[in-house]
Structure formats: C-alpha cells, structure tokens
C-alpha cells in the first residue's frame, strides 16, 4: 500500500504535472491524521470558490461493520472492535467531499474491506474488497466520481512482479501512456477489461473495477479527463 500511494504521487507530479505543493501524502497514518488530511483538502478546495479539481486515491485496509456492514477505511492505530472511534466511515469521506463545490472530485480505491492482512494467508496476492451496494455516491450532489478495485464480493489483487495492486498497476501504467488525457469512460472500460483479464489468466478469478458517480453527471463524467476542465 505504501508503494502504491508513493508512486501515485510521484505519477500526479511528473506525468500529470500536478504542482507538488498541491499535493497532500499520508503514509502509515493513524486516525486523527486521516481526518485532519480530508478537512485540509476540503479548505483547500473551498478556498478555490469551486475551481477545484480534487484527485483522492487510498491504498490500504479496511473492514466492514458486523452489524450495518458499512465499510471503513482503517488507519494504522485503529482495530476491529468499535469502528465508529477509530475508523474513517466510508460515507463520512464520501459526504465531507460532497461538502465543497469542486469542479471535479475523483477518487480511486485500492483497499481491503475484509479485514485481512496483506502479509498474511491468501492477502500477499489479494485485497478482499466488499462493498456494501449502499455505499453509492449516486445520491450525493457535486462532480464525484468514485473508481472502486473491484465490484461486489471479488477480491482485489496484488500484481506479482510490480509489487503493486494489480488495480493500482493498470491506472499508472495507462495514466503513463495517455499522461492523463484519457477520457474517463475510456479508463473505466480499459481498468474493468485489463484488470480481469490479469486476474483470470494469474488468479483464476475475477476482479472487475468498478465506477460510481454523482446522479447530477451522468450524462457527461465520460468525457472527462483527469486534468483537462469539466
């Protein structure tokens, strides 16, 4: 997850020209971190007045709650009993980011909602992703567009050699090709195609990505790119 979101970076910067002061990196970070990181970003993107474009992407763990099965992101310093103390509901993000008019608010998740270990039994080469369907941003107003790892029950894989997700592989490798003027209709078909293909042909399984958008742009998140203006 660290080299995931460290080469994300170093991607922003070099291929997709984002300035490196705009960018915000959170490494190993524990719960208060996790929250204070989101409230900078959203009075960052407020100062903008609605010109902001936010890119928000997350590797690492997280765990459904045993009773309402809503997903959590889990920071280093939070564990699988009280989730509501220590953990970053994945609604709250969804809704805090919802808060700020931007011009666009894409985010991209590479996460682990089962609850396992990456350096443990079958996580080496897998992130059991389980989002709950209820989780949509389909119902929250301003530009968001959420690209998730997998769709459903499916795991999310690791690619052996690159030591990356094999979601997180595929976005970098096509973000390098096209530095980020690829349509995002298009990098939805290609990351839905690729990633399965990788995971049926190394795994014998699917892993499907999938995209959740803001009910207002369904008509036109398609012919977004990441960098170009809505």
């Not at 524990?30 to 609605?50: C, S, T, W």
């Not at 590797?59 to 989730?83: F, S």
């Not at 049926?200 to 790119?225: C, D, G």
Request: aromatic share 8%; with cysteine.
């Amino acid at each position: 997850a660290e080299r995931d979101a460290t080469t994300f970076r170093e991607y922003c910067i070099k291929t997709l020209g984002v300035p490196q002061d705009n960018i915000i990196l959170r490494i190993i970070e524990g719960y208060v971190g996790m929250i204070k990181a989101v409230n900078k970003l959203k009075q960052l993107a407020a100062n903008k007045e609605g010109q902001a474009s936010l890119i928000v992407y997350y590797a690492g763990h997280g765990l459904p709650d045993d009773n309402t099965k809503e997903p959590y992101l889990i920071p280093v310093d939070g564990g699988g009993t009280d989730l509501n103390e220590s953990a970053i509901k994945l609604e709250w993000l969804y809704t805090s980011l919802a808060e700020v008019p931007t011009q666009r608010t894409l985010i991209f998740l590479d996460a682990c909602f089962s609850g396992g270990a990456r350096q443990q039994s079958l996580s080496n080469v897998t992130r059991k992703v389980k989002i709950p369907q209820k989780t949509s941003v389909s119902e929250y107003q301003g530009n968001m567009v959420v690209f998730a790892a997998s769709s459903g029950t499916q795991s999310a894989l690791s690619a052996k050699e690159s030591l990356h997700g094999l979601f997180t592989y595929h976005l970098l490798k096509k973000l390098k090709e096209t530095r980020g003027e690829i349509p995002l209709g298009e990098l939805s078909k290609y990351l839905s195609q690729e990633v399965n293909e990788e995971a049926i042909k190394t795994y014998e399984q699917n892993q499907r990505p999938e995209v959740q958008v803001s009910n207002n742009i369904l008509a036109e998140w398609k012919t977004w790119t990441l960098m170009a203006q809505p």
